[in-house]
């Protein structure tokens, strides 16, 4: 359902391990036919070959950030994606869609107008113009290219979802609510189309409907703060169809009076006495909850400061929290990285689940067995190695790529030339390259030299250094 196939399979698989005659072992042996059939495949999802999955996995991705407002590291993820693969339609079309979001207006015009010279019914294309257009004030322009968007059948979930911003921009709420419920068959539990469902039935002035749309979402997630606060404006039947009403937003946000109430009560609680704060923790699940909110947002410099905070709490009530932020897909992968290393110093159980580099991964923080306290830079070289390798290669071959450091730390006798931050992230690079090889995976230096963005001769001295600690073929002495 969240189109990472490859993720679906592993997790297929585990389950027929573990229960091979499950109540649903049929099924599971049936979907990993249909993954391993490529004909089978393309029929089903349009997707045949490592590009288009490769160009599907970024692209969801990147949806999921501009969804939680993190428009720049979606526009970093689609650019780099893009230097691989230029051609790529799907990773433009995306592309063109981030770079408005993030508001480099002239390069979104540029990139739609050269897709639109390639295919004039591009929806994505269209769409991003039509934005554009909208906020030029053109809103005649904007229409006229909705209507013929409209024309178009069989659209995909992307191009119905960008019709429908459209049509509520435009404040054509009938024609948003149809849309939308196309789209809600589509994706009956994602919280993206149900706001916009349930906002294009309240500017209709149906408020019930809207209210059993929040409802349903919080039946999903009952600590939802977004959907409890939209069910409260729901309940306001005297605003219901009025147009006009700062309460309310389109992106499945809060709006920025209510994010300013949230954090300004959020002060007032850390200003607590040290006592009374522990109490609120351990109490209040609404101020447990505000904090969930709040690492939500896009600024970083917030997100960094509530995770730091709920760490210091200590507690599983903590670490529910910390895994939690490790599964959401719109959360930069700088700040899971921090929270693997909060969770192994809570002691946190392993392995961590977490959605790293654009894929589901089950990741393990003690990758060395050692009885001492290694330097710092020698840590990064293994929490760099981890943020490239986990999600990227099989997890054997992270074992394999650690057993090799393992094995030229402990030639070093506990004396350790000092390393830069360059030769960090050379020396990941060469375990990762040695890794790989030695549990059979085919790689190339180059291919990973681009990966970590290494010149040649970096990475071929870290490996010439690293290459003595490979374990001998097994069967060899």
């Known amino acids: 359902g969240l189109q990472d196939y490859d993720r679906a399979a592993d997790s297929l698989e585990d389950y027929l391990e573990l229960e091979p005659e499950g109540e649903f072992a049929a099924d599971a042996e049936d979907f990993l036919d249909l993954i391993d059939d490529d004909d089978a495949m393309f029929e089903t999802t349009g997707l045949r070959g490592d590009d288009d999955y490769e160009d599907n996995a970024v692209n969801h991705f990147a949806r999921s950030l501009l969804a939680s407002g993190e428009a720049n590291y979606a526009v970093e993820e689609l650019e780099h994606r893009l230097s691989q693969a230029p051609e790529s339609m799907k990773i433009r079309e995306q592309l063109a869609i981030a770079y408005f979001v993030a508001n480099r207006r002239d390069e979104a015009k540029k990139l739609a107008n050269e897709l639109l010279a390639e295919d004039q019914t591009n929806v994505l294309a269209n769409s991003t113009l039509a934005l554009a257009e909208i906020e030029d004030g053109n809103r005649v322009s904007a229409i ?11 659209l995909a979930p992307e191009e119905l979802h960008s019709i429908a911003v459209l049509q509520l921009d435009l404040e054509r709420f009938e024609d948003a609510e149809k849309t939308l419920t196309q789209m809600m068959h589509l994706m009956p539990y994602d919280e993206n189309v149900l706001h916009k469902l ?114 210091t709490f200590a507690d599983e009530n903590a670490q529910h929290i910390l895994r939690d ?39 393990r923080v003690n990758l060395l067995e050692l009885d001492y306290k ?91 250094k690293l290459e003595p600690f490979v374990a001998p073929p097994k069967g060899t002495e």
């Not at 006229?144 to 069989?154: C, F, T």
């Not at 349903?216 to 147009?243: C, E, F, M, W």
């Not at 943020?387 to 090799?404: D, V």
């Open 144 to 154: 006229a290219r909705l209507d013929e968007m409209s024309k178009i059948r069989a």
């Open 198 to 311: 349930a906002y294009a039935k309240f500017m209709q002035g149906d408020a019930e409907a809207a209210k059993a749309l929040y409802q349903k979402l919080l039946r999903i997630d009952p600590h939802d703060t977004v959907a409890k606060y939209y069910l409260n404006q729901s309940k306001h039947t005297d605003t219901a169809g009025k147009r006009a009403n700062a309460k309310w937003i389109i992106p499945y946000q809060v709006p920025f009076s209510e994010a300013f109430r949230r954090l300004n009560h959020l002060n007032r609680m850390l200003a607590l006495p040290h006592d009374e704060l522990n109490r609120a923790w351990s109490n209040d699940v609404s101020f447990r909850d505000m904090l969930v909110w709040a690492i939500s947002l896009s600024d970083l410099r917030v997100k960094r400061s509530m995770l730091s905070l709920v760490f």
């Open 325 to 363: 932020f490790l599964l959401r897909t719109d959360q930069p992968d700088e700040l899971k990285r921090a929270v693997f290393g909060m969770l192994k110093h809570l002691g946190a159980r392993e392995p961590y689940m977490a959605h790293l580099n654009g894929r589901w991964i089950k990741g």
């Open 374 to 464: 290694l330097p710092a830079s020698y840590e990064g070289v293994v929490q760099i190695m981890m943020q490239y390798m986990l999600g990227n290669c099989r997890e054997e071959c992270t074992s394999e790529a650690a057993h090799i450091f393992q094995r030229y730390i402990d030639s070093l006798n506990k004396k350790f030339p000092r390393i830069s931050a360059a030769q960090e992230i050379s020396f990941a690079a060469a375990l990762e390259y040695l890794g790989r090889l030695s549990c059979g995976e085919t790689v190339t230096q180059d291919e990973i030299g681009e990966v970590y963005r290494v010149t040649k001769s970096r990475l071929r001295n870290a490996i010439v």
